[in-house]
């Protein structure tokens, strides 16, 4: 029971600037922050500058942050969303960097003009089972609030209230996202 | 009608592959990632304390751009304004005249 009292002191701390308070919220959180932008996004540097911009919101509006939803809750809400523009913005740049081909642009000898599909991020370089690369690779296919609740639910082992305070969304629409998602999946991989 | 998935079974296989997926090995940040993640916010302090504080808030700063767009429309509408007027071929006779002492009474056969 002294865990919220305890977050209450530490949000106290972060609001004042507190050196040690920040230290502490980074180093507490920054391996979840990481995990579940790499689930995200496709490579750990990009993973990492999500981290980074998610402590750096943090940091710098924490003074704004009314405590109606959890230390975790927030964290986890800045990374999905910050995550998600940061592919949407890749996959954009990779339309346009199709286009240049089309007409024949080419600004970097060195790299191919739009980035090839790659699902081997150092996560999947981890996994030696084929049937955990096939799921990564399933659920990288999902639609975005699919995929996070998908993320939160099976890896960050966050409940249906959880998810549902980080997608600011009923827990009802939590249960449809996850069974449209397990529905997806069970058609795209092959029967265990 | 598909079995595999509508059996208990079935299901609990899918649901035993989804968990197994959460709990695949993960990779951690590098080390020293709040030593660099430190780094990124002094320059961003850095760099905007170079900003006057009204171009750091997104508001300010594209009021501040209207503003000159619109003094750049003003101005450029002023000096064509000012051409047309100008634009009149008796007075650029009579600045040709005075240029060149000319008497506009004098004829060529005179």
């Known amino acids: 029971m002294t865990e919220p009292l305890d977050e209450t002191t530490r949000l106290d701390q972060l609001r004042q600037g507190h050196e040690p308070a920040f ?54 809400r800045l990374t999905t969303s910050r995550a998600l523009k940061k592919e949407r913005d890749r996959k954009r740049q990779k339309r346009f960097g199709f286009m240049t081909s089309l007409f024949g642009q080419n600004t970097d000898n060195d790299k191919p003009d739009y980035d090839p599909p790659d699902f081997q991020t150092p996560g999947t370089l981890l996994e030696t089972d084929e049937q955990i690369r096939q799921i990564s690779r399933a659920v990288a296919s999902l639609a975005d609030s699919q995929r ?25 629409a939590v249960e449809s996202l996850l069974f449209r998602a397990r529905q997806r999946l069970r058609k795209k991989l092959p029967a265990p | 009608m598909n079995e595999s998935t509508d059996k208990p079974n079935g299901s609990d296989r899918w649901e035993a592959d989804f968990r197994q997926w959460g709990q695949r090995p993960q990779p951690e940040p590098r080390p020293f990632f709040y030593t660099r993640l430190r780094s990124r916010l002094d320059q ?25 767009v619109l003094l750049n429309v003003g101005v450029v509408s002023g000096l064509t304004s000012s051409e047309i007027s100008t634009d009149d ?8 005249q005075d240029e060149y002492t000319i008497d506009s009474f004098v004829t060529a056969y005179e």
């Open chain 1, 148 to 172: 996070v609740a998908f993320t939160l639910f099976y890896q960050e082992e966050l409940s249906y209230q959880e998810i549902a305070d980080v997608l600011q969304t009923s827990i009802s």
């Open chain 2, 44 to 68: 961003s302090v850095e760099s905007a304390v170079w900003l006057p504080f009204w171009l750091r808030k997104p508001a300010y700063a594209y009021a501040a751009l209207t503003l000159l």
């Open chain 1, 23 to 76: 230290r502490w919220l980074v180093e507490t959180y920054q391996e979840r922050v990481f995990r579940t932008a790499l689930a995200i996004v496709q490579t750990d540097e990009e993973a990492e500058d999500v981290a980074q911009e998610v402590f750096m919101e943090v940091y710098q509006t924490v003074g704004r942050f009314r405590g109606e939803a959890s230390l975790a809750t927030w964290l986890y």
């Open chain 2, 89 to 96: 071929p008796g007075a650029t006779i009579t600045a040709f």
